[in-house]
């Protein structure tokens, strides 16, 4: 789903539309399914047709979610960082213009670098906020991954599996609410075998109209044609880093050119790619972060999908400490320079570091899709990735965003050239 915007009725016309301010300038736009409105009211609207009618509070609040930093005073600014700037628009950034931008700590410079990002985004895809739910349907793992508290060797977390039944219940409720994207997923949990995923897959797509990531790992590429051809859209698989060495010592058993090969496979087969890194692992320097982002591009990611490290107990890295949370949105800022068009995902381990206020600096650094999670809240506490993960249930945001029937998929199919 994609966040509406608000705007002001300036007047409504005999002609099935009206005039309406978002501040900047009029538009003329279709009434869609609004009947009710005289001049002076609030709107919510998309490109292309009103949505409906809001309060003057709820528009404020998200022209505040939608803020961006002042425009950088250019002329001050060092040369190189202009240069750089240059190559952004031209799209023929390097490498080394990607580290330089991961080491920049100057202030101003880093306001300037969100800035332009968001600038970027704006200019591309306006200031559409996709809006997914995630259901994490099991906790169990068969991997043992060095930072995630999932992993099979910790013994100290309460497993559990949501029936194929709930799981159908739970995304058709969501789907209910007016989710239209949404993420299947769990551990490495093989109790999942193909013909439960593909059951589900298709209940849900029998049941209601919906796009279906699947975020559950590894599996044979037959059976990810299978989940496919039950319904599966897209698959969220992160690299998680592209520096080899470092990827084998996080992943044991596992080498990184299997990961890739499995993602490019997976673009083959026709799935929507939402793939990343985490940023702050141990070692990790701003050369591996520019690979990552390099990578993300590289496979055509269409949700670049990142977040910092958040160390958990019970893992081998529960002594770590935390990258501090610029470094998050330089990564932000720098994929949004690399991919303009690209869905950069809010992700839950940035917010469980910032909270709410995570969300807008991110979206402010050039991010515009968010992830709500919709397990059933029995459950949630135990998808312990790592401690205190933030929840949010995104009520705000479903009042704004979800609304439902053909004309609000049509418009998503047409924005993110996908199907649904
Ligand atoms: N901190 C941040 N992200 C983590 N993940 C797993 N453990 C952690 C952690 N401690 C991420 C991985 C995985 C996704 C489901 O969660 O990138 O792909
Ligand atoms: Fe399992 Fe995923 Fe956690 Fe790795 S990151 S241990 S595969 S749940």
Not at 68 to 93: C, G, H, I, M, W
Request: aromatic share 10%; hydrophobic share 40%; proline share 3%.
């Amino acid at each position: 789903m994609c966040l509406t915007l608000p705007a002001k009725v300036v007047s409504v016309g005999k002609n099935g539309k009206a005039i309406i301010s978002s501040g900047t300038k009029d538009l003329e736009i279709s009434l869609g399914p609004v009947n009710d409105i005289e001049a002076g009211d609030w709107v919510l609207y998309t490109n292309e047709f009103l949505v409906k009618k809001i309060d003057e509070q709820d528009a404020r609040e998200i022209f505040d979610l939608l803020a961006s930093y002042p425009k950088p005073d250019y002329d001050n600014l060092e040369d190189k960082f202009k240069k750089v700037l240059e190559s952004a628009s031209r799209q023929t950034l390097t490498k080394s213009d990607l580290e330089y931008l991961f080491q920049l700590e100057d202030s101003a410079l880093l306001q300037a670098l969100y800035s332009e990002a968001n600038i970027t985004r704006k200019s591309n895809i306006k200031d559409h906020i996709c809006i997914h739910g995630i259901i994490e349907f099991s906790n169990y793992c068969r991997n043992n991954c060095a930072y995630c508290g999932l992993r099979a060797d910790n013994h100290e977390v309460k497993r559990y599996r949501m029936s194929p039944e709930e799981i159908v219940a739970t995304a058709v409720q969501a789907v209910d609410r007016g989710y239209k994207i949404l993420v299947l997923q769990s551990g490495e949990d093989l109790w999942f075998d193909e013909e439960k995923i593909c059951q589900i897959i298709k209940d849900i797509k029998s049941k209601c109209r919906v796009f279906i990531y699947l975020s559950i790992g590894d599996r044979s590429f037959a059976e990810y044609e299978k989940f496919r051809q039950a319904g599966a859209g897209g698959v969220l698989y992160r690299f998680e880093s592209s520096n080899e060495k470092l990827y084998a010592e996080m992943r044991p058993g596992h080498i990184l050119s299997e990961r890739i090969n499995i993602l490019k496979k997976l673009k083959e087969m026709g799935y929507v790619l939402a793939t990343g890194s985490i940023i702050g692992l141990p070692g990790q320097t701003a050369s591996d972060l520019a690979n990552d982002v390099l990578l993300m591009k590289e496979l055509d990611t269409f949700m670049p999908s990142f977040g910092p490290l958040i160390p958990s107990k019970n893992t081998p890295l529960a002594g770590e400490s935390k990258v501090d949370f610029s470094m998050v949105l330089k990564m932000i800022a720098i994929s949004r320079l690399v991919m303009p068009k690209s869905r950069i995902s809010v992700t839950t381990a940035m917010e469980t570091m910032r909270s709410t206020d995570g969300r807008q600096s991110a979206f402010m650094a050039g991010a515009n899709s968010v992830m709500f999670n919709l397990t059933p809240a029995k459950y949630r506490d135990d998808y312990y990735i790592y401690e205190n993960k933030f929840f949010d249930a995104g009520e705000k945001y479903e009042k704004w965003a979800l609304f439902k029937g053909e004309l609000s998929y049509q418009m998503m199919e047409k924005e993110l050239n996908i199907e649904i």
